[in-house]
Each structure stands twice: as C-alpha cells, then as structure tokens.
C-alpha cells in the first residue's frame, strides 16, 4: 500500500516536470516557425527557382562521336570508385571525355540528357565519350554508337 502511493506520488511529479519542460521547448518552436527557420527555407526555394528556369540549352553541333558506356565495375572503371576529377560517378550526368578538347567541367548535351565531364580514360580521345551508367548491364546495353553531340549553352 505504501509504496504503490509512493509510486503514484513519484509519477505525479514526473508528470509535472515533464509538462515544465515541455512547454518552453514547444514555445519556443513555435516562434521560430514564425520567424526562423520557416521562413529562410522560403527564400532558398525562391532562389532556387531561377536556376531551374535557367536550365541548360542545347546549343551548337560539336560533332557526330563515338559514344560508348561504363560504369563504375572492375571491368569498367578498374575498382576507382570515384571519377578522375574526384566526384561519384552518377548516371545521366558523369561522362569520360578527352580532356585536351573537353575540360573537366564541360557540359555536353547528348540525346536530350546535358551530361558533365568529370572523367577520362586511356582509350577515351579525340571525338569519343565514354557516358557513365549505374549499373554494367546498362554500360553495355549502350554499346558503341554514333551520336551526335552538342555544346550547352548555359
Ligand atoms: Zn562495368
């Protein structure tokens, strides 16, 4: 009997501490909803926005090239994990390119897909793009192709 008030006792306190603490903390969120946080995620969608519209144009024919797949297997990629340039590789948007005619960093529009060099290899010269898949099936479902590519007006 006397422990099971003591416990009763002990929950009612803990009970009104909780409800102390609570408060506050639910106060406080409350307001910087208002004026925090919520309303500095608004301004970073607008600015985001723009940039959106602004998307990437296909602009001039560069040339007909030989395109082929990768990805980031043994076979392929030798177990680098991680592009020349040092990104992960992802697919619709890592390509391998000869460097001397196409930076790292250079945006090439190939079939609809605005594509950034941000790797090389040994066989990849002159009008050759390597184009990065995420899976090997996919790299060699691309095969080797004629396609023609476009610079990216930005
Ligand atoms: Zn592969």
Avoid at 40 to 61: I, R, S, T, V
Avoid at 70 to 91: D, F, I, Q, R
Wanted: proline share 4%; hydrophobic share 35%; charged share 20%.
């Amino acid at each position: 009997m006397n422990n099971l008030h003591r416990y009763a006792r002990l929950a009612a306190v803990t009970a009104a501490m909780a409800a102390c603490f609570s408060f506050p903390a639910f106060a406080a969120e409350r307001s910087d909803d208002v004026t925090g946080p919520g309303v500095q995620m608004e301004q970073a969608a607008e600015e985001e926005n723009p940039a959106e519209d602004a998307e990437p144009e296909k602009g001039e024919l560069l040339g007909v090239f030989t395109t082929t797949g990768y990805c980031n297997c043994e076979k392929c990629s030798g177990g680098h994990a991680l592009t020349y340039s040092g990104t992960v590789p992802t697919a619709k948007h890592t390509i391998s390119a000869d460097l001397n005619q196409y930076p790292i960093g250079t945006k090439l529009w190939i079939d609809g897909t605005v594509y950034t060099v941000e790797d090389m290899g040994s066989s990849v010269k002159g009008n050759w793009i390597d184009i990065f898949y995420g899976s090997h099936e996919e790299a060699l479902e691309h095969g080797m192709r004629s396609q023609e590519v476009y610079a990216v007006i930005e």
